[in-house]
C-alpha cells in the first residue's frame, strides 16, 4: 500500500438563465464540496451572437448562461476569487473571446494573471463531428487555437489552452477505436498548427499544456481499459511525431464526463447506477485517472436537473474519493493479461484508423470521412438496441416498473423562466447605451486588423473586452474576415438494407407515393442554434432507407428557411428535431409561417427532450406527433410518418 492519492477535481457541469443565477449555483456547489467549475454557456454564447440575435430566439439561458459581455463574466465570477479557482470552460468557436472576457475579470479582481488554472475546451474539429458549436472553416479556426495555445503558455502559464474532446465522439456514436483515433488525430492537427506559432525551443511546453475530455461508457471494463490505452498511445505520438523527452510533458491530462447518451427516459432512477458504474471506468487505474470528474444527473433524460440532482452526482463522487480505500493502492491492473490484450485490440484498431486518417491529409481532410463513420456507428447502435441484441434495462428488457416517487410532482426538472430572455436582451441594452462608442470601434478595428494580417488574436481580444465589445460583435468580426461554414450531415444519399423490418415500411411509402404522384417527401429540419444533431441523422437515414425522399441540410436553420425548403421541396410531412429546451418558441414560429405559407395542411412532427405538459401544448398548436428519447424504435416512428401522410392523401383524394 503507498500513500494515499489526492482525489481529482469534483466538478458540476452548470450554468443556465443569468449570470447571476449561475453564480449563486456555483457558490452553492462551491459550499457543498465541490473543487472546481465547470461552466456551461448558452448556445448564442458559443456561437458568437447577442442574445438579441434572431437566431438566438427562444436559446437565451437555456443550456447555459448567457454571456454577452465583460459584465456578464463579472456576475459570473461574482465573490469567485479566480485565482485561487480551477475554472474548465466548454467553449470552442468563441474560446478566445471567452479566454479574454475570464482574463480581463481575473484582472478586475487584481488576480496575478500567470497563477490562473483551467481550461477551455477549444477543439472545434469534434464541433463539425458531432457537436456543432463551430462557426469558421477549419483552416482560421485551427489558426486561433494555436493563437490561444502561443498566448498562453507565456501570459497564462497554468492554463489549459486546448481539451481534445472525445466526449462528444461517442455521444454520436463513435467506438473506443475511433474516440482513441478521431481525438488524437485532432490533437495531432493542433499540434502541427501550433508547431509554426511558437518557438521550436518552446514546443515541448506547448505539448505539455494540451489536455484532454473523454467519455466513459457502460461497459466500464472496455472504457477503463481505452483510458489506458490513450495514455499509452499519447506518450507515443508524443515522443515519436514531436520528439518530446521529458516524459512530464507526454503526459496523457484528462477530465471526464462520463456518457450521457446511455441514460434513459425511462425508468430514469436507474441511471444513477449507470452514472456510478461508468465513473468507476476513470477513477480505478490509477495510472489512467481522470485529473477532474463531472458526472451528469440522473434525470437529464427529462430536461434540466435541478441543484439537488446535480449534489445527488457530487456526492458520488465523494462518497468514492473519501469513504473507500481506492487512493490508498497503486495501479490494480497492472499485469493483467485480460487487460493488457484488451489495452493492444484498443491501440492496433486505433492506428489503423490514425494510418487511414493520416492518407487522407490528416483530421482537417478527414473531417467528411469521421463524419460519416459516426453516423454509420451511431446507425448500428440503434439497429443492435431495437433488434434487442444490446440490453438496455427498462428500455428494450424489464420493462414492468412501478411508479416512481422521484418523477412525481411538478418540478421533476429546472425549468428556465420564459422572462429570462426579455431581462438578458433589456441588461445587454443598458450594456450598450452606457459604454463609450468610440472605444468599441476602435476596438472593434485592431481585431478585424489582427485577424487579417494574422497577429495573435488574444491581446486585442482582451482589449475588446475591456473596451465593452459585446459577444455577437467579435463574433461578427471574425465572421467579416474568416466567413462561415457549414460541415457534413454524414447523411448519404445511397440506401442501406442493413436495418431490419423494412420490407412492409417500404411498401407502405410506395402505396402513398402513389396515392400522392411523386416520392413522398420529408423535409428534416434543426430550427434554431442546437447542434446535437445525432436524433436528426438517425431519423434522416432510417427515412432514406425506408425509401422516403429526405432533405436534410444539417443544424442551424431558422424557422424562416425550413419554411421556404418545405415551399420549394414541396414537403408531405415536416420533421423538427430540438434538444435545447427552445422547441415552445421555435416549433410554434414554424407552424405559423407553414400557415402563412399556405401549408397549414403539411404535418410537423417534433422530436427532442419535450416536457409532457409541452408537448401537450404544441399538439394544440398544430404538431401532429411529439416523440422523446423513450421513442427508440425507429420502425415505428416511419411507419407513423407514412401512416399521417397516408392518411392526409386519402383526405385530399
Known amino acids: 500500500m503507498t500513500q494515499k492519492d489526492r482525489p481529482w477535481l469534483f466538478r458540476t457541469y452548470a450554468g443556465h438563465s443569468t449570470a447571476a443565477a449561475s453564480n449563486a449555483l456555483y457558490r452553492q456547489n462551491l459550499a457543498k464540496g465541490q473543487t472546481g467549475l465547470s461552466v456551461a454557456f448558452d448556445l448564442p454564447t458559443q456561437t458568437g451572437y447577442d442574445s438579441d440575435h434572431q437566431l438566438a430566439r427562444g436559446e437565451v439561458g437555456k443550456v447555459g448562461v448567457p454571456i454577452s459581455h465583460l459584465g456578464d463574466m463579472a456576475a459570473l465570477f461574482e465573490q469567485i476569487p479566480l485565482e485561487q479557482m480551477n475554472t474548465s470552460m466548454t467553449i470552442n468557436a468563441t474560446a478566445p473571446w471567452l479566454l479574454a472576457l475570464y482574463i480581463a475579470v481575473a484582472e478586475e479582481q487584481g488576480a496575478d494573471t500567470a497563477k490562473l488554472t483551467g481550461t477551455v475546451q477549444n477543439d472545434i474539429i469534434k464541433e463539425y463531428l458531432s457537436r456543432g458549436t463551430y462557426m469558421f472553416p477549419p483552416e482560421p479556426s485551427l489558426r486561433l487555437i494555436g493563437d490561444v495555445a502561443a498566448y498562453c503558455y507565456q501570459a497564462v502559464p497554468k492554463w489549459n489552452p486546448m481539451n481534445v474532446c472525445s466526449y462528444h465522439l461517442q455521444e454520436a456514436g463513435a467506438t473506443p477505436q475511433q474516440e482513441l483515433a478521431f481525438a488524437l488525430a485532432t490533437a495531432i492537427a493542433v499540434l502541427d498548427q501550433a508547431r509554426g506559432q511558437v518557438p521550436e525551443a518552446d514546443f515541448p511546453t506547448v505539448v505539455g499544456r494540451i489536455s484532454f475530455f473523454v467519455n466513459a461508457g457502460l461497459r466500464f471494463v472496455t472504457e477503463m481499459c481505452k483510458m489506458r490505452a490513450f495514455t499509452e498511445l499519447w506518450d507515443e505520438i508524443c515522443h515519436d511525431r514531436y520528439g518530446v523527452e521529458e ?3 507526454r503526459r ?11 441514460l434513459t427516459e425511462q425508468q430514469p432512477e436507474n441511471n444513477v447506477y449507470r452514472i456510478l458504474l ?3 471506468a476513470v477513477t480505478l487505474s490509477k495510472n489512467a485517472r481522470a485529473r477532474a470528474v463531472q458526472l451528469p444527473a440522473w434525470n437529464e433524460a427529462l430536461g434540466l436537473p435541478r441543484p439537488w440532482d446535480q449534489q445527488w452526482s457530487l456526492r458520488m463522487q465523494q462518497i468514492l474519493a473519501f469513504e473507500t480505500d481506492l487512493l490508498e493502492y497503486d495501479d490494480l491492473f497492472d499485469g493483467n493479461p485480460a487487460v493488457d490484450a484488451k489495452v493492444e485490440a484498443l491501440k492496433h484498431g486505433a492506428r489503423d484508423e490514425l494510418a487511414e486518417i493520416g492518407k487522407m491529409g490528416g483530421a482537417v481532410a478527414a473531417i467528411d470521412y469521421m463524419k460519416r463513420q459516426l453516423v454509420d456507428s451511431n446507425t448500428a447502435r440503434l439497429q443492435r438496441i431495437e433488434a434487442g441484441e444490446t440490453t438496455v434495462v427498462g428500455v428494450n428488457k424489464f420493462t414492468g416498473t412501478e411508479a416512481s416517487p422521484l418523477t412525481a410532482g411538478e418540478d421533476g426538472i429546472l425549468v428556465v423562466d420564459p422572462a429570462v430572455e426579455a431581462d438578458q436582451i433589456a441588461r445587454l441594452q443598458v450594456w450598450r447605451e452606457a459604454r463609450d ?7 472593434l478595428a485592431d481585431l478585424a486588423e489582427a485577424a487579417r494580417t494574422g497577429a495573435n488574436i488574444m491581446p486585442p481580444s482582451i482589449a475588446a473586452a475591456k473596451a465593452g465589445v459585446t459577444t455577437g460583435e467579435w463574433g461578427a468580426a471574425m465572421r467579416a474576415v474568416f466567413g462561415e461554414y457549414r460541415a457534413p450531415t454524414g447523411v448519404g444519399r445511397g440506401i442501406s438494407n442493413a436495418a431490419e423490418g423494412l420490407d412492409e415500411i417500404r411498401e407502405a411509402v410506395d402505396a402513398v407515393s402513389a396515392r400522392l404522384g411523386r416520392r413522398l417527401k420529408f423535409v428534416v429540419g434543426k430550427p434554431g442554434l442546437d447542434g446535437h444533431s445525432n436524433g ?22 431558422t424557422p424562416a428557411q425550413i419554411v421556404d425548403r418545405a415551399v420549394e421541396e414541396e414537403a408531405h410531412v415536416i420533421g423538427l428535431s430540438i434538444l435545447s429546451g427552445s422547441h415552445m418558441e421555435l416549433v410554434e414560429e414554424v407552424v405559423e409561417r407553414l400557415q402563412a405559407a399556405g401549408l397549414g395542411e403539411v404535418p410537423v412532427i417534433l422530436g427532442g427532450i419535450i416536457p409532457d405538459e409541452d408537448a401537450e401544448a404544441l399538439k394544440a398548436r398544430g404538431v401532429t406527433r411529439v416523440y422523446t428519447p423513450k421513442d427508440f424504435e425507429l420502425n415505428r416512428i416511419m411507419t407513423d410518418i407514412v401512416a399521417i401522410v397516408g392518411e392526409g392523401s386519402r383526405e385530399a383524394a
Open 437 to 443: 462608442d468610440a472605444a468599441v470601434k476602435a476596438a
Open 247 to 249: 516524459p512530464k510533458l
Open 252 to 262: 496523457f491530462r484528462y477530465g471526464v464526463q462520463v456518457n450521457s447518451l446511455g
Open 536 to 557: 436528426a441523422e438517425q431519423i434522416a437515414v432510417r427515412a432514406r432507407d425506408c425509401g422516403i425522399d429526405v432533405t436534410y441540410e444539417g443544424i442551424r436553420l
Open 278 to 280: 461508468e465513473m468507476l
